[in-house]
């Protein structure tokens, strides 16, 4: 998801040289530091149906990063007449980067992403085109509609689906309630989103606070065991430890803790000032703590799920995203 900002914030510097100016225009377009969020959907996935991460786990991020690419391309070609206006500093419309070659990258990185999807296996193609579809159907209709929250949940719901698909030898059934979570906290962060630019609403943004005091809630609650009658051992309601393949696999308590708290840390402050002045920083502000807090959050779901391998390296990722945003706006 991107949040707008005022038209003069983040402005590029001038005067870059010609190769290097491009490759700056292109970053800011493809929103580079973004891509860091991406990969812990895929492990996080993973993790929810016991499975290892592995070549086709890969080949799955792969396929997200392209699609998400694919995404922010997609965008701003949608958005070039309204960024002429509000953000005409953007690379479309202050010309650094050409219409045209926004829609030819979106589209090439479409085809990317379901021929690796395609190269994990019919099932992770299965998860990739609806997702594929979801993310065209965003940019082009539902963004500025009142389902557009939802097709955005949608789409970080499937990317999680994505990485499960391509690792799950079983299905993707034990997944669903992680991308579940997922999906409730981009639906937030994308409502707080909406009018960011002419302030935001007070009650989107108590809203916000809620469902992460919610998520939070259920991703440090023990797992409640489904029985043993179909053999499956037990499973969480956010995680499944102890399924076929991986039998006595079990949760991580304590990392994942921690990573929930990190995960509530970062969003809890900024969505509570929001919710008292709803002005466009401070919701700006609210609607960045949200992506970043989409790292912790995965790292949460894969310790739940009894990974906390994957969880540290998703965790890895964040401090490399923080560094790249301070020369490339991830928004």
Known sequence: ??????????????GLPGRTGRARAWAELLRLPALFTVP?????GAAATSGRANRRTLLAIGSSLCLYEAGMALNDWADRVEDAVERPHRPLPSGRVHPTAALAAACAFTGAGLSLAACAGRPALTVAVPLAATVWAYD???KHTAAGPAA?????GLDLLLGAAATATSGIRPALPSAAVLGAHTFAVTTV?????????????????????ALSGLLTHPPRSQGS??????????GTPGTPGTPGRSTSPAVAAVLTAAYASTVARPYFHATLNPSPPLTQRAVGAGIRAMIPLQCALSARS?????ALLTAAL??????FAKKVSVT
């Open 1 to 14: 998801m991107s949040r707008r900002r005022p038209a003069g914030e983040g402005r590029p510097e001038a």
């Open 40 to 44: 812990g959907d895929a492990l996080a």
């Open 140 to 142: 082009l209709s539902l």
């Open 152 to 156: 955005m949940a949608a789409a970080r």
């Open 193 to 213: 989103s909406r009018r960011e630019t002419q302030g935001g609403s007070p009650l989107a943004a108590l809203s916000a606070l809620t469902t992460t005091a």
């Open 229 to 238: 009658q179909e053999g499956q051992g037990s499973q969480g309601s956010l």
């Open 306 to 310: 009894g990974a906390p391998v994957a």
């Open 318 to 323: 964040s401090p490399l995203a923080a560094r």
